[in-house]
Nanobody
Framework: QVQLVESGGGLVQAGGSLRLSCAASGSIFSFVIMGWYRQAPGKQRELVAVITSGGSTNYADSVKGRFTISGDNAKNTVSLQMHSLKPEDTAVYYC???????????????WGQGTQVTVSS
């Protein structure tokens, strides 16, 4: 089995910063892609940022220049550094990892439990 544990959410004032971290554990063989998604109340879950095992990144237009995703394949972690936070960034943030497991063919997606980020105006 694979487990993802997130940390780092909380309450911050507009303009502030937060860092989210996600640690994966279990019978992991290799990562394909790691990312962060978010879901605000009444809205669909949306992509925030992703990073491939090769280090390529992609960001939602709404967070470009403010958020930075980083991954450490050796430590099985992915982080999201968030600066210049806005009230519209308020959401539950989910870690998502596509990975290959030891002895299991194919790649599968796993999700963290979510961490709340609240930005006050």
């Amino acid at each position: 089995q694979v487990q993802l544990v997130e940390s780092g959410g909380g309450l911050v004032q507009a303009g502030g910063s937060l860092r989210l971290s996600c640690a994966a554990s279990g019978s992991i063989f290799s990562f394909v892609i790691m990312g962060w998604y978010r879901q605000a109340p009444g809205k669909q879950r949306e992509l925030v940022a992703v990073i491939t095992s090769g280090g390529s990144t992609n960001y939602a237009d709404s967070v470009k220049g403010r958020f930075t995703i980083s991954g450490d394949n050796a430590k099985n972690t992915v982080s999201l550094q968030m600066h210049s936070l806005k009230p519209e960034d308020t959401a539950v943030y989910y870690c998502s990892v596509d990975l290959r497991r030891v002895g299991v063919p194919g790649a599968y997606r796993y999700w963290g439990q979510g961490t709340q980020v609240t930005v006050s105006s």
